[in-house]
Each structure stands twice: as structure tokens, then as C-alpha cells.
């Protein structure tokens, strides 16, 4: 246990002494505080009924969990892809310390600064403790527990993302995606099927205790999204906790597996270009890909931006093929909830529905952009392939236009992919037609606000990793 220390000595002081930390910190506390003295009675009026401190309360509670999924995430996924990137975690596979001990050590570490985060909480709590009508220990111990239990879960998931990743934006990127798929898209389908009978409705009900968002909606006293006047008896509380444990120590057994030499040393084959292969192979690939990933593409057109198919063809999922396989897990998934349109609005009705795939959409959109978007010259400049656009004829207009229209098209073909959901809709009853192309002119200003402030914070950093988190955090 005594490299266990010397390790989390080490990964919380670095982590303390970083700047953006300390900054995180003093704006957490300054807008939970902020939050609780905007809604501070201003009259002598006592609230008998306590439904004001049960507002604040609930606002709180919301406002600390999306805390707790944007920040807590971000720092074990990109500072173990650092140590891997910097070889500093050979000198740690090197030493006499155990995988365990390493392991241990960074979680504690990392577990301290997350309670270093709900305690800058404590001030706008005691304050909204103070308006009544609040259990100490029912309430806020409670809200406390869970937050801190899915701040361990996202630790762990964390640093698993990080064995796996490359690069300190993949890692991110992939982080955040699986945050999302565990707050959100597993709560999804128990709205869908809630009150019905059968497997898949049981399914859906044990599927929504891996979330935190339906348990911190039971512990604020809400009622459940789309429940329809529906009593909720299980308790969802002590639910996540016996499920986000589990699927804590399940990721932590596959990350202590994964923490040895084959981190530093990941070998990957190159592949043959399908232009050194025989005629008859050759023939062969064109029949069968659409897209054949291994052909050598051809020049780039005078007519097309340069920097545009740059993007294209150097980022990565950008390249055609992985575009394609986009565009169809989209349309798929549409699809679905097309299907799910169909047979809930027997029993829910089309707004209901049509609002659930919106929030899925909106979800989708704020996920995927900043991924793609918030690397425009942040990683140029940490590449050190800026300097080599300023050397180029190419004006500054005609680059920004390019990277722009990379996202702008990926966006798009995600967009189209969904429309067939919308369709469905407004056949089933034309009069929303006129809601519908509203949606869609909402959905597609969202699109456009989401990758103009990601390219935005892009420009103001020198390190993809950080403009990333900085335009999940404003988004």
C-alpha cells in the first residue's frame, strides 16, 4: 500500500496544481452559489409548504450531476493517454509496483479530486438547507452518495477509455460518448415501453438503473419523464447503486488487465493498397465494396477546397466509408424509433413520441458535434500543421471554409438519416407538418450553433483535449 500512496501523492498534487483545476473549481462554487441566492426568498414571507426550497433543491441536484458527467471524466481518459504518450507509465510498469497498486492508486487519487468538486457544493447546499423542508439525511446525504458513487463509476469507465484510445481527443470523444450511453440512451427505451407487460418492457425497466438521471428524478421527488400518471415503486436509488457498482468493478477488472506493456508498444497492420494487388482481386474488391478503403484515391479536383478533402480523407471516421457506416447506424436508428412511433401512438400519442426522438436528436447532435468540430485549429496548432497551412496560397477564408464544410456535411448526413422518423409523423397526422419542419429548421440551427462554438473555442486553445471539454462543458 505504500506505492498505492506515493502514487496517489502524486497524481492529485499534479492534478491540484494545474491551473484550469483551480479555475474549474472557483467557477463550480461561484455558480451553484449564484444559483441558490437568485432564488433566495426576498420577503419575510415564511414557505411553509417548503415547495420553493424543493425547487432549489432539485435545481441543485440537476445542475450537480451535469457537473459530475462533464468534468469528472475528462482528467482520467486524457491523463492516463499523457502518461502512455510521455512514457512515463513504462517507469510505472517498471517499477516494483503491482497493476493493482497502480491502479488503485490513480482512482483514489482522481476520487479525491471529485470530492474536492461536490465540496465546493457544501456552501449552496447549507443555503438551500437552510430554506427547510429537507431531510439531512434522506435528501442531501442521499444526493451525496449518489453522486459520489457515480463519480467513481465514471473514474473507472475513464480510465478503461483511456487503455484503449490513442490520442487524448479519441479518448474524449469516447469518454463522453459512453457517458452518454449510460446517463442517457440507457434510460431511453423504459419511456418507450413504461406500463407495458413482457420481456422487453421488464428489460427497459432493469436497463434504466445503470442511469443516475431516473434515480436523482425519484430522490428530487419528480415525477417520471413520461409516466402518465404512473406510481413508481421501485426504488431507483438503491437500484443504481447495486448497478453502477457492478458495472464499476466489471471495468475495473478489464482496466487492471489492460494496464501492462501492451500499452506502450501497440502494434497495427498497414494493409496492402488495392492498387499493388492482382487484376483478378482487384475486380473482385470493386463488385463487392461500395467504398474500398484500401484504394488509392485519386487527385484532388480544382473545383473542390483542398483543406475540405484534407479533413476528408486525414480525420478520423471522416473518411468516406466510415461516413456511410454513420449514415446507416443513423438511419437504423431511426428507424427504430420509427417503429416505436407507430406502436406508441396507440397509447401516448404523436407529440409525445415526436418529443422523445427531439430530445434523442438534440442529444445526438450536442454529443457528435463538439467531437468534430472543436479539433478545427486546436489540433492544427498542437500538430504543428498550422504553420504549414499559413505557408500555402490558400487564404484564410478559403481554410476556415473547408474545415467548416467537413463538419457541416458530416452533420448534414446525420440530420437526413433521421428524417424518416419525422416522416412517419406526419403521416400519421398530417396537421403536425407545420411542427415538424419547424423541428427540423431548429434541429438544423442547433447543428449550425453547436459547430460555430466549437470552432469558436477552438481557436482560443492550443490543445485539442482541452477545447474539447471546454465546448462540452458550454454546450
Known sequence: ??????????????????????????????????????????SATADLSGSQA????????????????????????????????RRTMELLLNSPLRRTEIFLGKVIALAGFAALLLSVTFPAMACCYAMGALSP?????????????????????????????QTAESGLRWVYGATFFLTVIVAMPHVFLQGGEGLLAETAAKLRTLSPIPAVIQLTGQASPGGIGMIETQNLVQSYFFSALLVTAAAAVVCIRRLNYSLLDRSRSQGIITDDRSAAQRAVRRVMYLVDPQKRKAGIPRFLNPVMVKEFRSRQFGRLHWLLRLVAGCAVLSLLLTLATTMGTLDWGVEKVGGIMIVAQVGLILVLTPGLSSGMIAGEVESGGWNMLRSTPLGALRVITGKLSSVTITLLLVLCASLPGYGIIMVIKPVLQTQVTQVILSMALTAAVAMLTSAAVSSFFRSTATATTVSYGLL
Request: aromatic letters at 8%; glycine letters at 4%.
Open 1 to 42: 500500500m505504500t506505492g498505492c500512496a506515493s502514487i496517489v501523492e502524486r497524481e492529485l498534487l499534479s492534478l491540484l496544481r494545474m491551473k484550469p483545476t483551480l479555475w474549474l473549481l472557483i467557477l463550480v462554487a461561484l455558480a451553484f452559489t449564484a444559483a441558490v441566492l437568485l432564488k433566495w426568498p426576498s
Open 54 to 85: 424543493r425547487t432549489v433543491f432539485r435545481g441543485l441536484a440537476f445542475s450537480m450531476l451535469v457537473a459530475v458527467i462533464l468534468i469528472v471524466p475528462a482528467y482520467p481518459a486524457t491523463g492516463l493517454i499523457r502518461e502512455v504518450r
Open 137 to 165: 439525511t434522506d435528501d442531501v446525504l442521499q444526493l451525496y452518495l449518489l453522486l459520489a458513487v457515480a463519480s467513481l463509476e465514471l473514474i473507472v469507465l475513464g480510465l478503461l477509455v483511456g487503455t484503449f484510445a
